[in-house]
């Protein structure tokens, strides 16, 4: 029998825990300057290799931004590691949702191409961590419609 993915299900946690490696695997090297200097290095030889783009040459704000995104999500993945919480994955999930929409902007604006490849990851992860919540609480939002500060 396949258990039903529930935020309040330990397959859900795994989810919410996977994901957090994911993000810390990806955004470790973001987290310092030295590291991303490598990451960016990485990633244009990349974008090179596979004619996908590269990134614009370093310059102290775009590292400085890096390490800000990188520092908080390594952050925010080792909570969801050490201690998840299915309200960690709906927040996750939220988060990605807000972190695919600024991709699809940048790529609709001349980003490297390769910036696809963390767009789907993003989008997975996103549906993944989010579509329990709204099975789940369909009818709490249809009862939260009903209260009376909501109506028109």
Request: net charge positive; proline share 7%.
């Amino acid at each position: 029998m396949i258990t039903r993915l529930t935020p309040t299900r330990p397959p859900y946690l795994r989810v919410v825990r996977a994901s957090a490696w994911y993000d810390l695997v990806v955004t470790a090297g973001f987290a310092t300057p030295w590291t991303y200097a490598l990451m960016h290095d990485a990633l244009s030889s990349l974008g090179d290799t596979l004619g996908l783009g590269r990134l614009p040459e370093l310059d102290p704000i775009q590292t400085l931004y890096a390490n800000l995104m990188g520092s908080v999500v390594v952050v925010w993945a080792v909570l969801r590691i050490v201690r998840p919480l299915p309200v960690h994955g709906l927040l996750d999930g939220v988060a990605r949702t807000l972190f695919a929409a600024w991709q699809a902007y940048a790529l609709t604006h001349g980003a490297p191409r390769f910036l696809w490849l963390f767009l789907v990851m993003e989008v997975a992860f996103g549906v993944v961590q989010l579509a329990p919540w709204w099975r789940h609480r369909r009818a709490d939002l249809t009862r939260i419609r009903d209260f009376p500060a909501f109506r028109g």
